[in-house]
């Protein structure tokens, strides 16, 4: 993880972008890092949709997931389950909550997801664990607002990096954003394949013993860099990277119309008089 704020910011942009291009983010949902140099505070976006966020939009909070500054921008709502996170777990360098549709089954059905492939074995367990806000506050509008709400989200995700809420979405937890963008969308891809192997049978899931080691060889600084940059790659063939303003402004002059040129005038011949047509 970059060791100072500008490359922080920066990585963060383009982990909420990442995870909008594969699938993970939409229109909501939100990733979040531990602060470079600040392990009481954090770093996230104000509320805007994942795919829009840049550099500008970034703030930081503490812990108790209030702003450092007073905002001139709306916040996210559910910025609870990421600072009461990072309050609860100091190994943890990076939060990100969302709703992915390949998740969205097993929330709703209450079916945990397994590891059925190597890279599924980031999500470091034989299971993914559940919460049920239901439980715990009863009827409410399912947005995770309160601090007690996030505390309880903390406390049933425990040692685990993963987390399924119940017809909600999902939560995960890494020792940074990269770390944390691979396992979100590792977990989705192992979520896709254990739901089409249902339909051929039972899913064989990865041995118990081979689920830490394949983890940890599928979370290592190079495996995950590798990745990143085919992330990134992706990203700006899909030209959503970078999100700079001479970027957009490069970008809006190549769609500009061009300008018709003007067409040269026809060379004309002298006109000659009538006397001068008589005497050819």
Known sequence: ??????????????????LVHEGV??????????????????????SRSPQLVEPGDILEYTLDSAPVKPPTARLYSERVIHGCIYQARSDVMAVCHHHAPAVMPFCVAGKPIV???????????????FWDQHDEFGNTNLLV???????????????????????????????????VVARSIYLCQNAEYQLRAHMLGSPIP???????????????????????EYWS?????????????????????????A??????????RPRTSSKAKRRR
């Open 259 to 268: 300008r018709a040129k003007t067409p040269a005038r026809a060379k004309t």
């Open 25 to 46: 983010l939409d229109a909501f949902g939100h990733v979040s890092v531990r602060h470079p140099s600040d392990p009481g505070r954090y770093l996230m976006s104000r």
């Open 115 to 129: 590891p059925v492939f190597h890279f599924g074995a980031t999500m470091g367990a034989s299971h993914t664990v």
């Open 233 to 257: 790659m992706r990203l700006e063939a899909a030209g959503a990277w970078p999100p700079t303003r001479s970027a957009k402004a490069a970008r809006s002059k190549r769609t500009e119309p």
């Open 206 to 228: 990865l041995h118990p013993g081979e689920i830490k080691p394949a983890g940890e060889a599928n979370l290592n600084p190079p495996v995950v860099g590798r990745a990143w």
């Open 145 to 179: 607002v309160k601090p007690e709400e996030g505390q309880s989200l903390a406390r049933a995700l425990g040692q685990h990096s993963v987390i399924l809420m119940k017809r909600h979405g999902a939560t995960v937890a890494g020792h940074g954003l990269r770390d």
């Open 1 to 18: 993880m970059p060791d100072n704020l500008t490359d922080t910011i920066e990585e963060l942009v383009k982990a909420n972008r990442i």
